[in-house]
């Protein structure tokens, strides 16, 4: 190591003392402040430093640290590894929040179901963040396992935006680079106005298929109202839905026809899935929910509901606060609760309780619940109770739930990526709430939980469970003969 005055450090580089000062300060000359206003700076800096003023190191009149030569070359090299990591990085720090005031104590990593795995702590990701070592975290897959959850920050002490931080470093990662299809999906979805790229009229000749089967067996004159102008409620679907479980449409369309809705699917931009809250790309976040904004306009419709999936609500609703304030004074996003609570509430549907009578549970979803909480102020936790006990009386809690429930394993778009190990073991806590509350039947209220649960958990984790989304539970237990009254005297009522 070598000890440095700056005056004499300047005067024999031919520089100010002040530009000594801003190379120490910034990071470019590593220096240690020691006692008597004098610099530790490790050989190799030194070294560094001679080479670009073209001048030879033993001309140079320093004074040396002493030391065998190996001790100085470990110390130099720890030197510059903390000042290294001792950088900032702007790039990783747009808000405080992120790092600064974190104690360190673990609580995130302790709630967090991957921590641990491939050496994910978020208590780590926050550290490294804030020490500059912004390169290392995103090459990580870190940002790719968390699911954004929110758990984690749900136990933070120091309300530390650890998701904000996940989602930005996702960000930050070269879009080729984006494991597995989601980035793809972006694109097509921007492009063909889904994120599988069906083509329109596949889509409207699906639609009516399934709808005249509908129509056949159980809702006679039904037909699937696309594009209606000046239809109340502007409806949207997962793409995977039409592509893969077409016969799940009938679910909610079974429900609308029940309390008489006045709705319609847009033929085009009809997709709810929005994958870039999952690759962090706010831009396509903010056009992909601009042609749902349009859809609007162009239907006249009032109201928007996105049926299909917890992320679909949340990154519509998060879109339309932050770039189209506007529009939400001219129409309403509404929750798949708000709106089944909404129909029970008026009498539009009736359920036959009878229907299922097996113990049954229901898994919060992080989007509906604890995320929609802290961001835009109301969770979703008691109306999903309140619909699920009126179809299946015979209820119990997982535990923990509501805004302390373990994610499924599946959040942040983890399904589309390539990680099923650690999917799956992110899930043995959900498998293990799932037993210990005894049901049989587990309702959800995503498609992503839906799935993992279903297709993953319950065969990997062998749990004799049946799994339904919650409008599913709602449809298969609706009295149809009886709502049709119901509908006529809804007619009534509200003219
Ligand atoms: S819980 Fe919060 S304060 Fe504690 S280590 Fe994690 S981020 Fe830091
Ligand atoms: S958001 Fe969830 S998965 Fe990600 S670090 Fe936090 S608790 Fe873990």
Not at 300 to 310: A, I, Q, S, V, Y
Request: proline residues 5%; hydrophobic residues 35%.
């Amino acid at each position: 190591m070598i000890v440095i005055r700056i005056g004499q450090l300047a005067e024999q580089l031919g520089v100010h003392r002040n530009t000594i000062r801003n190379w120490i300060n910034s990071g470019k000359l590593p220096a240690r402040s020691i006692p008597g206003k004098r610099y530790l700076i490790s050989e190799t800096s030194f070294g560094k430093l001679c080479q670009e003023f073209g001048l030879e190191r033993s001309s140079m009149r320093l004074k040396y640290v002493p030391g065998s030569p190996v001790m100085s070359r470990e110390l130099a090299l720890m030197e510059e590894n903390v000042r290294s990591i001792g950088l900032r990085s702007e790039r990783l720090r747009p808000t405080p929040q992120w790092g600064d005031i974190c104690l360190t104590c673990g609580s995130c990593a302790s709630a967090c179901a991957i921590s641990g795995v491939d050496g994910l702590d978020p208590r780590k990701a926050i550290r490294m963040a804030v020490l500059g070592l912004e390169d290392e975290l995103i090459a990580s897959q870190w940002p790719w396992k968390c699911t954004l959850c929110g758990k984690c920050e749900e136990a933070c002490p120091m309300n530390i935006e650890i998701v904000s931080l996940m989602s930005h470093v996702r960000s930050l990662r070269d879009r080729d680079k984006v494991p597995g299809p989601l980035h793809k999906g972006v694109i097509m979805c921007l492009e063909k106005g889904n994120n599988l790229g069906i083509p329109r009229e596949d889509f409207v000749d699906l639609l009516k298929a399934v709808g005249e089967d509908l129509a056949e067996e159980s809702c006679p004159g039904f037909t699937v109202p696309i594009d209606v102008k000046g239809a109340d409620m502007l409806v949207t679907v997962n793409s995977k839905v039409p592509f893969a479980e077409p016969d799940d449409l009938k679910h909610w369309w079974k429900i609308f026809y029940a309390a008489g809705e006045s709705w319609t699917i847009p033929s085009e931009y009809w997709d709810g899935v929005n994958w870039g809250i999952f690759t962090g790309d706010d831009e396509s976040v903010r056009k992909t929910v601009g042609h749902l904004v349009d859809n609007m306009y162009r239907l006249k419709c009032r109201t928007l509901l996105l049926p299909e999936c917890g992320h679909a609500y949340y990154a519509t609703r998060y879109a339309l606060n932050r770039w189209f304030p506007e529009e939400l004074k001219k129409f309403e996003v509404i929750s798949i609760f708000d709106l089944l609570e909404r129909y029970f509430r008026e009498g539009r549907i009736s359920v036959d309780p009878s229907r299922h009578l097996d113990l049954t549970t229901f898994h919060d979803s992080c989007n509906y619940g604890r995320k929609s909480e802290k961001a835009f102020g109301k969770g979703y936790y008691e109306e999903s109770r309140h619909i699920v006990r009126q179809c299946a009386p015979n209820f119990v809690d997982m535990y923990p739930d509501r805004e302390g429930n373990y994610c499924c394993g599946a959040g942040g778009g983890g399904l589309a990526m390539p990680f099923k190990e650690e999917r799956v073991f992110f899930a043995r806590f959900k498998a293990r709430q799932i037993q210990h509350s005894g049901a049989k039947l587990v309702i959800t209220s995503c498609h992503n939980c839906r799935d993992q649960i279903m297709k993953s958990i319950r065969k990997e984790y062998d749990l004799d469970i049946e799994v339904k989304q919650i409008w599913q539970l709602v449809a298969d237990s609706l009295i149809q003969s009886g709502s049709r009254g119901t509908v006529e005297r809804f007619r009534r009522t509200s003219k």
